[in-house]
């Protein structure tokens, strides 16, 4: 009868505190090279704007409107209240929507800085 040896070889199990510290989520993604930022991404999160924060499509100034409002700079803030001189004050405000220039995008990115 033939007899095979066969040689293992043991390897150390990992301390108890490597162990603690690998069940912990950003431990194994800091070994994983990964990083997680404490809060969530500012898009996830509903921002909240005080009437402070806020312009009127119907009172405020090109330069306040400029200054406020989000890619509109002086000439489409100036296209704004000519467009209010026009026709009168807006009535809502997706009817920012008419302004030559103003398009969806930009008047939806800018929809928590404005008010009537």
């Given amino acids: 009868m033939m007899m095979s040896s066969v040689c293992y070889t043991a ?5 108890t505190a490597a162990k603690s510290d690998a069940s912990h989520p950003q431990a194994t993604m800091a070994a994983k ?11 996830a999160q509903e921002k909240q704007v005080s009437d402070d924060e806020t ?3 119907n009172t405020a100034t090109a330069e306040e409107l400029a200054q406020a409002l989000n890619g509109v700079g002086a000439k489409k803030a100036q296209a704004i209240v000519s467009y209010r001189e026009e026709y009168g004050p ?8 008419q302004v030559p220039g103003m ?3 930009l008047v939806e990115r800018n929809m928590a ?4």
């Fill in 90 to 97: 807006f009535k809502s405000l997706e009817d920012l929507k």
């Fill in 103 to 105: 398009g969806n995008a």
């Fill in 33 to 43: 090279g990964e990083t997680r930022s404490a809060t969530p991404p500012v898009m």
């Fill in 11 to 15: 390897s150390a199990a990992p301390s």
């Fill in 113 to 116: 800085h404005l008010k009537l």
């Fill in 55 to 57: 312009v009127s499509i």
